[in-house]
């Protein structure tokens, strides 16, 4: 079976069912719509900081899509609700690096800790985008977030959408 | 039906086609390659790369400019080559127009529809002219090459915009087209043979149907032409659209099929140098078609090539690689019909269709679904295949899509089937299903 | 200004450029062929016939729609091509579109925009609505590639087309430019180098003309983007287009740059799969740039040999292909002036110009002047090379052209020279000339 | 030189200088304008029957072209004028098939006596249209005269534009 099981590790197989975080976030701060075009799967991440902004307090998204990018969403819940946003930014870098590494290199545990288990999506160019999904959309929801609370503290959610990404880009 | 009872002739002789194809001969994920995704574009024979590659060494050069040897040369074979893909679907060289693929065929017809209602093309271009209270029929079924410009036409010209709806499994019959075009339709599209279902339009019946009410006809035949012995002329088409990369030609040259009175009245969307007879700074003046429609540098050895993928099936003889297909459609709908919990989009067993096999696997998404058939070396389409609007109306997102051609074997199918039935195992699915 | 004295750096080598194409090596009538229509279409080397071929052996599939190795792979080096171009040229990868030839490339912006005018694109396309009191501005000296186009969308929106005025010799300048352009343009399209005189346009003085008066600038750059080295963010232009069989690449793709805000911004005329995000049976919304534009199978192969030929000129050095083709062209201006009887078209000595001569011989029509160079196996292109305005500015109705290009020697084009220098005595033409 | 003097064959250059019928026909009965396509270049001729509506009393023409067409239409008009209708169409099938001959095969001098020397040009298949423009105006020309003629014994002239040949027709 080749080597299917680098890419289908168990954690992304049991995250896609378990689906953290999967429904609409109530109040969220910022909220984003992101469209894989290969698909069509569509994904809509909502997300709410602190009072004092700096901390992320609350991720809720609603989707449609393949294994791993509902496993993405879900282990995306899973490490950044708590995390300070410098560090979700931190998380955002790394696994994005990682996701683009096209298999290459070690992923870095000690900073994502089990979303290393997405590695070996990044041998599959035409499945990185799934595993990027959601994280697209957690980056535009902190920069709008960001945005928004730096301008008046406390404004009602922006809707913002990301800019394309070069053809060749796959996230 | 079985697979064996319906062979009434000579059958191909896959052993030596495939020797024809350096691309069948690799692998994929350690396993031989089965490469099922001819319907989205084929692979070509030695021939074809070798008949472009000799144009190109010994016989490139502009063609229709100039007067020189090497023009007279190049224009030669460039035009023999519509004189061999206008016998092909019997149609006449005038009619057969080179485009850039299927959907730009497609749209030269809508593009040209919108010039004339703009007021382009003169008292000739009136049969073209649509307006507010007219209607242009297509079906939901379509893929969007030949959705998407008829939409525009539509929002352009005031036009309405109605389709032929489809039945729960994805198909339709003459009476869901009776029971939409008439008097108000100014043209009906529709494609001969689905892309997503594999079902085979009744292309006369619907011709006819049209015509009564002096509509034009325009069909999509990029799942017809390469698979089966098609004449335009005995259809009674008005226009056709068919892509070379799907019958084993080159990427870059499609072919807009149209009738030559109707072609030559049709305003030109796309202009250019080749093209005309008289220009002015004021204005331009068009030749009849084709050249008014191909404008600048054309496809040329792209057309060599695709002349050459046309030799090479009708060596084969389209009656062979007809029967070919049908029974491997028959074998993919058998087999697929004995797996658990999955779903074949599209007619059943008895009723003819295309060689294709579009299924659902309830509770797993069709990428998954393809990345697992990937790593067996199984190659297949996943996605909408430009078709949401049916997608949606079956109450699917995605399918995924084994398709097959004259280098297919019945080998290559029983493995897609076997791995398909390993699927809902392996993502630990389970339980009823469709 | 002599031949020799314009080399600045080391020349190119074309011994070992001209064994890389098979074309050249040919006869022509009992001659050693001079090809001398790079002009008209560039022949390919191995190189990229090469790597097209390697390509279709092992890597061939479809591109952007499904998610198997094979479309990663084919993907992967699609937009691979797509980068190495946009590189070349100093854009951004999402502003280079592939289109049909520069033909199609120029289209696409007439047609979007006259798109945009009928209500298409919503308000995010405003910066293309164009209406009646606004002017389209071009030169008397266009390619009909980039004339007919303008016309066409001047007569379905009510714009005006207006045109830079030429001299004598068939050239213009920015006071020419001035004289034209003003507040009422919103657009301006123009030849960076024209195919019938090689004139060099003054491309950044007309673009910051047209830019104060916030008219688009698009590009004809078919004749540089081979010849030189061209970066079109520095020359602000906002579009331009070029064809990759004027430059040693494949017939069938051509390329549109465009600034990526403008071009997200532009309607897609032609539509269809792999364009959109989302299709119902009622509309259709759009992927940005470039995927917008790109209806249909991709040219996939073509954008791979494009690409290979782009590497081949980065390995020559546009600078030193440059140079070759300054030098050829003094060469010619030079050994033509001293023929008599015989008109050179544009500029004279001292004045750049491209590589290539276009010529009268008062009393032989240019198609007989043509067989005669072709008896001799030089291959020119003879006719109004699709600039039929320009030639009746000039007082011709066709001219005899000679083109080079990188595998072009001196001692071809004097070749060509000394055999026009024969031509009025074969047809026994004397007497006082032009 | 190659074989270029059988494509320039003495009559052929002779005939391109004496021009025979150049200039427009007084009260033609039939008159037609033929393009040709490649190089832009255009004839008009126009042809006058006798009273009797069965032989050729004259023909005249205005163009401009290559030193090929403009033979062409010189022969022709020497050819033509005093001939039988019947004849004419003989001698325009006669000349369009030895210039679709690619060079193949023995002209028919008996029929088309000096117009022979047009054989040549039958192996250069981007001069072919050349030779041929004047023959196919004349023919629409014929086609249009006898129709008139039969409808109504003289008719003003009808202009007709005769339908296009194939793409790889050159003539
Ligand atoms: C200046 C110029 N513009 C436009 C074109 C058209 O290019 P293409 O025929 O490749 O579309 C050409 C070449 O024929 C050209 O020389
Ligand atoms: C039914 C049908 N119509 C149209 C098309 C579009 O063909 P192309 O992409 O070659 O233009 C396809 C193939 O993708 C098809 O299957
Ligand atoms: S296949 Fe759609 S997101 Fe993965
Ligand atoms: S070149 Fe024009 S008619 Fe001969």
Same mark, same amino acid.
């Given at each position: 079976?080749?080597?299917?099981?680098?890419?289908?590790?168990?954690?992304?197989?049991?995250?896609?069912?378990?689906?953290?975080?999967?429904?609409?976030?109530?109040?969220?701060?910022?909220?984003?719509?992101?469209?894989?075009?290969?698909?069509?799967?569509?994904?809509?991440?909502?997300?709410?900081?602190?009072?004092?902004?700096?901390?992320?307090?609350?991720?809720?998204?609603?989707?449609?899509?393949?294994?791993?990018?509902?496993?993405?969403?879900?282990?995306?819940?899973?490490?950044?609700?708590?995390?300070?946003?410098?560090?979700?930014?931190?998380?955002?870098?790394?696994?994005?690096?990682?996701?683009?590494?096209?298999?290459?290199?070690?992923?870095?545990?000690?900073?994502?800790?089990? @979303?290393? =288990?997405? %590695?070996? /999506?990044?041998?599959? *160019?035409?499945?990185?985008?799934?595993?990027?999904? +959601?994280?697209? $959309?957690?980056?535009?929801?902190?920069?709008?977030?960001?945005?928004? @609370?730096? =301008?008046? %503290?406390? /404004?009602?959610?922006? *809707?913002?959408?990301?800019?394309?990404?070069?053809? +060749?880009?796959? $996230? | 039906?079985?697979?064996?009872?319906?062979?009434?002739?000579?059958?191909?002789?896959?052993?030596?086609?495939?020797?024809?194809?350096?691309?069948?001969?690799?692998?994929?994920?350690?396993?031989?390659?089965?490469?099922?995704?001819?319907?989205?574009?084929?692979?070509?024979?030695?021939?074809?790369?070798?008949?472009?590659?000799?144009?190109?060494?010994?016989?490139?050069?502009?063609?229709?400019?100039?007067?020189?040897?090497?023009?007279?040369?190049?224009?030669?074979?460039?035009?023999?080559?519509?004189?061999?893909?206008?016998?092909?679907?019997?149609?006449?060289?005038?009619?057969?127009?080179?485009?850039?693929?299927?959907?730009?065929?497609?749209?030269?017809?809508?593009?040209?529809?919108?010039?004339?209602?703009?007021?382009?093309?003169?008292?000739?271009?009136?049969?073209?002219?649509?307006?507010?209270?007219?209607?242009?029929?297509?079906?939901?079924?379509?893929?969007?090459?030949?959705?998407?410009?008829?939409?525009?036409?539509?929002?352009?010209?005031?036009?309405?915009?109605?389709?032929?709806?489809?039945?729960?499994?994805?198909?339709?019959?003459?009476?869901?087209?009776?029971?939409?075009?008439?008097?108000?339709?100014?043209?009906?599209?529709?494609?001969?043979?689905?892309?997503?279902?594999?079902?085979?339009?009744?292309?006369?019946?619907?011709?006819?149907?049209?015509?009564?009410?002096?509509?034009?006809?325009?069909?999509?035949?990029?799942?017809?032409?390469?698979?089966?012995?098609?004449?335009?002329?005995?259809?009674?088409?008005?226009?056709?659209?068919?892509?070379?990369?799907?019958?084993?030609?080159?990427?870059?040259?499609?072919?807009?099929?149209?009738?030559?009175?109707?072609?030559?009245?049709?305003?030109?969307?796309?202009?250019?140098?080749?093209?005309?007879?008289?220009?002015?700074?004021?204005?331009?003046?068009?030749?009849?078609?084709?050249?008014?429609?191909?404008?600048?540098?054309?496809?040329?050895?792209?057309?060599?090539?695709?002349?050459?993928?046309?030799?090479?099936?009708?060596?084969?003889?389209?009656?062979?690689?007809?029967?070919?297909?049908?029974?491997?459609?028959?074998?993919?709908?058998?087999?697929?019909?004995?797996?658990?919990?999955?779903?074949?989009?599209?007619?059943?067993?008895?009723?003819?269709?295309?060689?294709?096999?579009?299924?659902?696997?309830?509770?797993?998404?069709?990428?998954?679904?393809?990345?697992?058939?990937?790593?067996?070396?199984?190659?297949?389409?996943?996605?909408?295949?430009?078709?949401?609007?049916?997608?949606?109306?079956?109450?699917?997102?995605?399918?995924?899509?084994?398709?097959?051609?004259?280098?297919?074997?019945?080998?290559?199918?029983?493995?897609?089937?076997?791995?398909?039935?390993?699927?809902?195992?392996?993502?630990?699915?389970?339980?009823?299903?469709?």
């Amino acid at each position: 079976m080749s080597d299917l099981s680098g890419l289908y590790q168990e954690l992304i197989l049991d995250h896609s069912k378990r689906r953290v975080g999967d429904g609409a976030l109530a109040d969220p701060h910022a909220s984003h719509h992101e469209l894989n075009p290969t698909c069509g799967d569509e994904i809509t991440l909502g997300l709410r900081l602190d009072a004092s902004g700096t901390k992320v307090e609350a991720v809720g998204w609603q989707g449609d899509g393949c294994s791993i990018s509902m496993a993405s969403a879900s282990a995306l819940t899973e490490l950044v609700v708590g995390s300070d946003v410098a560090h979700v930014r931190e998380l955002i870098d790394g696994f994005r690096s990682m996701l683009r590494s096209q298999g290459a290199g070690e992923p870095d545990e000690d900073l994502l800790g089990d @979303a290393i =288990a997405f %590695h070996g /999506v990044s041998k599959y *160019v035409m499945r990185v985008k799934c595993a990027m999904l +959601s994280w697209v $959309a957690l980056e535009a929801c902190l920069n709008a977030a960001v945005a928004a @609370a730096g =301008a008046a %503290h406390a /404004v009602p959610a922006g *809707v913002t959408d990301a800019s394309a990404p070069t053809p +060749s880009e796959q $996230a | 039906m079985t697979f064996e009872s319906m062979t009434t002739s000579q059958p191909l002789d896959l052993a030596s086609i495939r020797r024809d194809f350096p691309y069948l001969a690799q692998e994929l994920n350690g396993f031989p390659l089965a490469y099922l995704d001819s319907g989205a574009t084929a692979q070509r024979p030695v021939q074809v790369l070798d008949a472009e590659r000799a144009f190109l060494e010994h016989a490139n050069a502009a063609v229709h400019r100039g007067a020189s040897t090497l023009v007279g040369t190049s224009t030669t074979a460039f035009e023999d080559a519509r004189a061999t893909v206008a016998r092909f679907v019997g149609a006449g060289e005038r009619e057969i127009v080179w485009a850039e693929n299927a959907t730009d065929a497609i749209n030269i017809v809508a593009l040209g529809m919108a010039d004339a209602a703009a007021g382009l093309g003169g008292a000739e271009a009136d049969v073209f002219r649509l307006g507010p209270g007219d209607e242009i029929v297509v079906t939901e079924a379509e893929h969007h090459a030949n959705l998407i410009p008829w939409q525009r036409l539509a929002a352009k010209t005031g036009a309405t915009l109605r389709w032929i709806p489809v039945d729960d499994d994805g198909t339709w019959n003459i009476d869901h087209a009776a029971s939409v075009i008439g008097e108000k339709t100014r043209l009906v599209a529709f494609a001969h043979v689905s892309n997503v279902t594999g079902h085979v339009a009744p292309v006369t019946d619907v011709v006819e149907l049209a015509h009564r009410h002096a509509a034009l006809v325009v069909l999509d035949a990029c799942q017809s032409v390469p698979h089966r012995p098609t004449d335009f002329a005995a259809l009674g088409v008005d226009f056709a659209a068919f892509s070379a990369h799907k019958m084993l030609g080159p990427n870059g040259i499609g072919v807009l099929y149209g009738r030559a009175h109707l072609l030559d009245a049709l305003p030109p969307a796309r202009t250019g140098g080749s093209t005309i007879t008289t220009v002015t700074m004021e204005a331009a003046e068009f030749l009849p078609s084709p050249q008014r429609f191909e404008a600048g540098t054309q496809p040329v050895s792209q057309a060599v090539g695709l002349a050459e993928a046309v030799r090479y099936l009708e060596r084969l003889d389209m009656h062979r690689v007809h029967e070919h297909e049908v029974e491997l459609a028959a074998l993919m709908v058998d087999e697929v019909s004995r797996i658990p919990g999955v779903r074949l989009v599209g007619s059943g067993a008895g009723v003819e269709r295309g060689a294709l096999a579009s299924v659902d696997v309830p509770g797993v998404h069709a990428h998954d679904v393809g990345q697992f058939l990937d790593s067996r070396g199984i190659a297949v389409r996943v996605g909408h295949h430009c078709a949401q609007p049916l997608h949606r109306r079956l109450g699917l997102r995605a399918t995924t899509r084994a398709s097959a051609y004259v280098y297919t074997t019945a080998d290559e199918v029983r493995r897609f089937t076997a791995a398909l039935g390993e699927v809902r195992a392996f993502f630990g699915v389970t339980g009823a299903s469709a």
